[in-house]
C-alpha cells in the first residue's frame, strides 16, 4: 500500500510540474527542502522530518494563481503533497488558501493541514526578496500514537527572506511557526502551555522567477 502511495504522489508531483512548464503563466518553478521539528517527543527522542522535492507557481488571469510542491521525506520514506489557491490583493498582498498532506513512518493517516490567510510578498532595491504570511484560520487533522486521527486547530505564521537577482534566479530562506493544541498526557518538545505547543519548519528554495527573467 505504501508502495503505491509513493508512486501515486511521484506521478501527480510530475504531472503539476509538467502542467506548469507548459502553461504561459508560468511564474516560478524550483527546488524546495524543508526541515521541520515535529511537536512530541517520540520514545523521549526529538523527532525531525526533512523533505525535499520541486514547486511550481501558475497565474490564472489578472490576480490569480496555483501553488503546487510534491516531495519525499529522506529520513521516514514518506512523500507529500501541496497545493495552495492564491488571489492578489494588491502587487505585494495576496489571500492564500492552502492544503498539505505528508505521509511517514508507520502511519496510516497522512498529516493533512488545511488552512487560509495572507501572505505579504515582494523585493527591494538590491535584490533583497521579503516575505510575511499568517495563517489564522488552519486546522490538521493526525495521528498521535497510534490513536485515531483527530482535527486540531493549528495557526501558523511565517518569515522569510532571500534574493532574486536580474537574472530570474531566487534563493530564499523562511521559517514557519505553527501552533497546535498538545493531546492530554503528551509530552511537547516546545510547550506553550495552557494545552499548546508548537512545530517549528525551516524551509529553503532555489528557483527561477520568469516574470523577472522575462
Known amino acids: 500500500m505504501r508502495r503505491r502511495w509513493i508512486l501515486a504522489t511521484a506521478a501527480l508531483g510530475l504531472l503539476c510540474v509538467g502542467v506548469a512548464a507548459e502553461s504561459a503563466g508560468l511564474r516560478e518553478i524550483g527546488l524546495r527542502i524543508d526541515l521541520t521539528l515535529q511537536p512530541l517527543y517520540a520514545n523521549n527522542e526529538v523527532h525531525w522530518n526533512f523533505n525535499i522535492g520541486g514547486y511550481a507557481l501558475v497565474t490564472f488571469g489578472p490576480g490569480w494563481g496555483l501553488r503546487a510542491s510534491a516531495g519525499f521525506d529522506v529520513l521516514h520514506a514518506g512523500p507529500y503533497l501541496g497545493i495552495g489557491a492564491l488571489r492578489a490583493l494588491s502587487p505585494r498582498l495576496l489571500v ?3 492544503l498539505t498532506m505528508q505521509w511517514g513512518g508507520a502511519a496510516r493517516t497522512p498529516i493533512t493541514t488545511a488552512g487560509a490567510g495572507l501572505r505579504l510578498a515582494g523585493a527591494v532595491p538590491g535584490g533583497l526578496a521579503y516575505q510575511l504570511a499568517v495563517f489564522p484560520v488552519s486546522w490538521t487533522l493526525a495521528s498521535v500514537a497510534g490513536a485515531p486521527a483527530t482535527f486540531s486547530f493549528s495557526p ?3 518569515v522569510g527572506g532571500g534574493f532574486l537577482l536580474e537574472t530570474g534566479f531566487q534563493f530564499g530562506e523562511a521559517v514557519t511557526m505553527t501552533f497546535l493544541q498538545a493531546p492530554a498526557a503528551a509530552a511537547p518538545v516546545l510547550p506553550l502551555g495552557e494545552g ?4 517549528a519548519r525551516l524551509t529553503s528554495n532555489f528557483g ?4 523577472v527573467a522575462l
Request: glycine content about 8%; proline content about 0%; cysteine-free.
Open 156 to 158: 501558523s505564521f511565517t
Open 208 to 211: 527561477m522567477n520568469f516574470a
Open 96 to 98: 492564500e488558501g492552502d
Open 196 to 199: 499548546w505547543m508548537l512545530s
